[in-house]
């Protein structure tokens, strides 16, 4: 199938590190581009970082210096590196992204099914 697949999420103390990681499964032939967004109950999901197209990355306000975006071309994965996590980082963390699909050697757009983050001491 053409999906993508969070993990890395988990609970963690404020000021502590982690790493989510959205991998593409085996129909998709690589990634273009990516954005992690976040989501917590009564909320909009709001985009946190983007890899777009040309390699740039961009980042909400609050998470700049602290959040960084990656990519690992062989192992077609996209990482959140997070930093000095907040109780306000405490969320659903989804990654979408544009793909090429081998089944049709075209672009789609995927979401994946998201991993919690917790931040509390």
């Known amino acids: 199938q053409v999906q993508v697949a969070e993990s890395g999420g988990g609970l963690v103390q404020p000021g502590g590190s982690l790493r989510l990681s959205c991998a593409a499964s085996?129909?998709?032939?690589?990634?273009?581009?990516a954005t992690w967004y976040r989501q917590t109950p009564g909320n909009e999901r709001t985009w946190v970082a983007a890899?777009?197209?040309?390699?740039?990355?961009n980042y909400r306000e609050s998470v700049k210096g602290r959040f960084t975006i990656s990519r690992d071309n062989a192992k077609n994965t996209v990482y959140l590196q997070m930093n000095s996590l907040k109780p306000e980082d405490t969320a659903v963390y989804y990654c979408?992204?544009?793909?090429?699909?081998?089944?049709?050697?075209?672009?789609?757009?995927?979401w994946g099914q998201g991993t919690l983050v917790t931040v509390s001491s």
């Open positions: 979408n992204a544009v793909v090429i699909a081998t089944s049709i050697w075209g672009y789609l757009r995927v």
């Open positions: 085996r129909s998709i032939f690589s990634i273009n581009t």
């Open positions: 890899l777009v197209s040309g390699g740039a990355t």
